[in-house]
T-cell receptor
Framework: DGGITQSPKYLFRKEGQNVTLSCEQNLNHDAMYWYRQDPGQGLRLIYYSQIVNDFQKGDIAEGYSVSREKKESFPLTVTSAQKNPTAFYLC????????????FGSGTRLTVV | GIQVEQSPPDLILQEGANSTLRCNFSDSVNNLQWFHQNPWGQLINLFYIPSGTKQNGRLSATTVATERYSLLYISSSQTTDSGVYFCAPRTGNKLTFGGGTRVLVKP
């Protein structure tokens, strides 16, 4: 079955450490996205990528970094510069063009301890 | 950027009741999606609806793009309908999410 796989489901990080969240898709989608969700709120866009080796900042990119070396993979690194990283992180993908919807992964819950 | 407001923020329903959720947005959009987030956090796409009306079982959605709003109808609600419903208009390359409507369906 085609889909988006995020790993791990739960992640604990000590303050001052960088951590990388994995997102892999086998839908042959061109575009991939990272969103952050805080408790009781909607999703906010961190970064997105339309094609391999290219990505753009979203609304809350500070303290995060991404790479897009393969079409299938779009890992997100939460750096020590992110002052409040505890949140639920969701990855999504879509085909190129305005007529296609997003498909989301099941998310990673990151907690800073 | 675009502003997205959803109402009501919270909704408690008795099983079998009908309800309407509303999404207002501030700018012209290319498209719009409705999602259901289950208690485990998974976002499930319900509708992809830039304009007009679509139905899927007990759920239906209507988007009036010229008036910048969309409606989600839940008929004969079931306990499995509980969760958070998000609308997300698309502008350019981005989906922007509203704050959601939290729905609790009681047996």
């Amino acid at each position: 079955d085609g889909g988006i796989t995020q790993s791990p489901k739960y992640l604990f990080r000590k303050e001052g450490q960088n951590v990388t969240l994995s997102c892999e898709q086998n839908l042959n989608h061109d575009a991939m996205y990272w969103y952050r969700q805080d408790p009781g709120q909607g999703l906010r866009l961190i970064y997105y990528s339309q094609i391999v080796n290219d990505f753009q900042k979203g609304d809350i990119a500070e303290g995060y970094s991404v790479s897009r070396e393969k079409k299938e993979s779009f890992p997100l690194t939460v750096t020590s510069a992110q002052k409040n990283p505890t949140a639920f992180y969701l990855c999504a993908s879509s085909l190129q063009g305005l007529n296609y919807g997003y498909t989301f992964g099941s998310g990673t819950r990151l907690t800073v301890v | 950027g675009i502003q997205v407001e959803q109402s009501p923020p919270d909704l408690i329903l008795q099983e079998g009741a009908n309800s309407t959720l509303r999404c207002n947005f501030s700018d012209s959009v290319n498209n719009l999606q409705w999602f259901h987030q289950n208690p485990w956090g998974q976002l499930i796409n319900l509708f992809y609806i830039p304009s007009g009306t679509k139905q899927n079982g007990r759920l239906s959605a209507t988007t009036v793009a010229t008036e910048r709003y969309s409606l989600l109808y839940i008929s004969s609600s079931q306990t499995t309908d509980s969760g958070v419903y998000f609308c997300a208009p698309r502008t350019g390359n981005k989906l922007t999410f509203g704050g959601g409507t939290r729905v609790l369906v009681k047996p």
